[in-house]
């Protein structure tokens, strides 16, 4: 049967398990836009505001469900739009398939409106190359089906990533009787095994450990590997800690759970994964927040700890540390594999790891007390980690969250627990601004009946405020909870502790050079968008109350709280160190203490013995 080529990419998607199509239509994807208006067979088509947030709710489905969603974009600034988008996915390991226009075949290189083609003919491929795993320029129509099994391929095996094919608008209309290709005969999706040998010097290792610890980064979730790491974690008693991406994958209220690693996560965290013989990492790249910027003795240190590390990307593995084991293999499959040679042991571990589990939960006890000087900042401007402590006593386990960046991302990365895998949702590696509220509206429509949260500051809000326009359009029932401090409050503190001033991250009237604080009304923008109530919280009591309107509420609901701007109450507490080099009329506390953490970072290969192991200067609060 002859179709045109848009409506080939539409029956494949449907074949591919894509669910709905996010974008904004323009002349460059007409054809595409109105071959996903046919029917049950065709997925839906879901208008944004702006195509960076379309790539993040075909991201955020990927997240949630392990199957791609898409987006579509016209051509040039429309396409432009979404690389942002395309590199928070490509940064966090998530597919996300985009589509975009381009100039027709016949008029490439004439200076058609809105194409870019300086460089190449067209350029936006070759803009794709760095943030997808592949990208198309589809020229022909009989590639169709070749170029779209291609890229769910790319997408969907190894480490996954986005994909992109850009699609001349004459092509897109061409006619072709080229039929979609099943992905069973064109993929390789199982999961990789381990060597087998690796898996018997692993499972020796952590058997003989006094002190194991094992650190979930976002490859167990990818891997559907949570409920493995469960066993094998309550198998060893050995304790759990978590990257950015790896929240969720272990029930934070399980008592072998010590929270995350790194700069904006948690004194036993830290501890556990410093002091530990024996380090199993899961899917996880030791990004410089989550090791401390690789400072020996903060959150690792290899050696004289030991690493078995597993990861599907080969690429990652001994890049950060040097390692004992090394698994090129999924987290799942690993896991399986490790239980299964372990049920061999007859090493009782609970009385051998009894001292380690002791002392690691009296440093728990020792930072619940330390954060509770923050949870006590609950008069308003509240501290975040007071308005999260209420809103978690508030909102059922199966809620999902999904978190903007700056000072919100890391308090709930450190003070919301979580409780089952899928439910936080943040730009771990790349930290995009303009994630959380995309996400957000993408899992209410993923997870229909399950309350969803986007907890955001306000200058999240502000970069991404258009979409509130798509959560009343479609009517889903979200609450978006703005965290108002005024500011880019976590560039402030940074730069007030490195170079005892700050620039452009206050909100001020008359900008940079005022004084007088500029406080957005979110409420009011709420009001104006449609949704269905918006309101200011000003005690937590009313947080609570409004939270549990908003839960029963048939449409979108906006809560804004006002923050305290006081870095040592307002987000969360330094636990680690970040490299950041000062100037060199800095603090000549703050400039010792960088000279050691730079003599101290162990990536480099360096021999870091000798550097003194001293407790760093929590300047990022």
């Not at 071959?35 to 947030?53: D, H, I, K, W």
């Not at 409004?546 to 048939?554: I, K, S, T």
Request: glycine content about 10%; proline content about 7%; some cysteine.
């Amino acid at each position: 049967m002859t179709r045109t080529v848009a409506e080939v990419i539409a029956e494949a998607m449907h074949a591919y398990d894509v669910p709905w199509v996010a974008g904004i239509p323009g002349h460059g994807n007409w054809a595409l836009t109105h071959a996903l208006s046919g029917g049950a067979e065709r997925p839906a088509f879901v208008q944004t505001m702006n195509e960076q947030s379309a790539v993040h709710m075909a991201d955020a489905h990927f997240r949630l469900t392990g199957q791609p969603a898409a987006a579509a974009a016209s051509i040039g600034p429309g396409a432009t739009n979404t690389v942002t988008g395309l590199a928070t996915a490509y940064a966090d390991s998530s597919a996300a398939l985009l589509v975009t226009g381009s100039a027709a075949t016949h008029v490439r290189g004439q200076a058609v409106m809105q194409a870019l083609e300086r460089k190449q003919v067209p350029d936006f491929p070759r803009l794709c190359e760095p943030v997808t795993k592949a990208a198309f320029d589809l020229m022909h129509p009989d590639l169709t089906a070749s170029f779209l099994h291609r890229a769910f391929n790319a997408m969907l095996s190894g480490r996954p990533g986005p994909a992109a094919l850009d699609v001349p608008l004459d092509v897109q209309v061409a006619e072709t009787d080229v039929r979609v290709q099943p992905l069973s005969g064109r993929s390789a999706r199982p999961g990789a095994r381990p060597h087998h040998a690796d898996v018997i010097r692993a499972a020796a290792l952590l058997s003989q450990a006094e002190r194991p610890c094992i650190v979930a980064g976002g490859g167990v979730l990818t891997a559907r590997a949570a409920p493995a790491l469960r066993r094998l974690a309550e198998r060893l008693q050995a304790p759990v800690v978590f990257t950015w991406n790896g929240k969720g994958a272990f029930p934070e209220d399980h008592p072998l759970c010590l929270g995350p690693t790194g700069v904006s996560g948690s004194v036993p965290g830290n501890s556990a994964a410093s002091g530990a013989d024996v380090v199993l990492a899961l899917g996880c790249r030791f990004t410089d927040w989550t090791s401390s910027s690789y400072r020996r003795g903060v959150t690792f240190a290899f050696p004289p700890s030991r690493l078995i590390h597993v990861d599907i990307d080969p690429d990652v593995i001994g890049r950060a540390y040097p390692v004992e084991v090394a698994m090129t293999a999924d987290a799942d499959a690993a896991l399986v594999d490790l239980l299964d040679e372990l049920g061999q042991a007859n090493r009782d571990t609970n009385t051998a790891r009894a001292d380690w589990l002791d002392r690691l939960a009296r440093e728990t006890r020792a930072w619940s007390d330390v954060l509770a000087r923050r949870r006590a900042a609950r008069a308003a401007p509240f501290g975040m980690l007071a308005v999260l402590e209420r809103l978690r006593a508030v909102l059922p386990r199966e809620t999902i969250v999904t978190v903007g960046s700056g000072h919100c991302q890391g308090a709930v990365r450190q003070g919301f627990p979580v409780y089952e895998p899928y439910t936080h949702l943040t730009s771990g590696g790349y930290s995009t601004m303009g994630f959380a509220i995309p996400a957000a509206i993408a899992a209410a429509l993923t997870e229909p009946g399950r309350p969803v949260v986007a907890v955001v500051g306000d200058g999240d809000m502000l970069m991404s405020s258009p979409e509130l326009a798509t959560a009343a359009m479609l009517g889903v029932p979200v609450l978006f909870l703005v965290l108002n401090n005024a500011g880019f409050m976590s560039i402030r503190d940074g730069q007030n502790a490195l170079f005892g001033r700050n620039v452009g991250a206050a909100f001020t009237r008359g900008g940079g050079g005022g004084n007088a604080a500029w406080i957005a009304d979110f409420a009011a923008l709420g009001r104006a968008y449609g949704l269905a109530r918006t309101t200011r919280a000003d005690s937590l009591d009313d947080l609570a109350d409004e939270v549990r309107r908003a839960l029963l509420a048939d449409g979108p609901t906006l809560v804004e709280v006002p923050i305290a701007q006081d870095p040592s109450i307002a987000g969360a507490e330094p636990a680690g160190w970040w490299d950041f080099p000062p100037r060199p009329d800095a603090d000549p506390a703050i400039a010792r203490d960088w000279r050691l953490g730079r003599a101290a970072q162990q990536h480099l290969g360096y021999d870091t013995d000798a550097v003194p192991l001293e407790p760093p200067i929590g300047i990022y609060g």
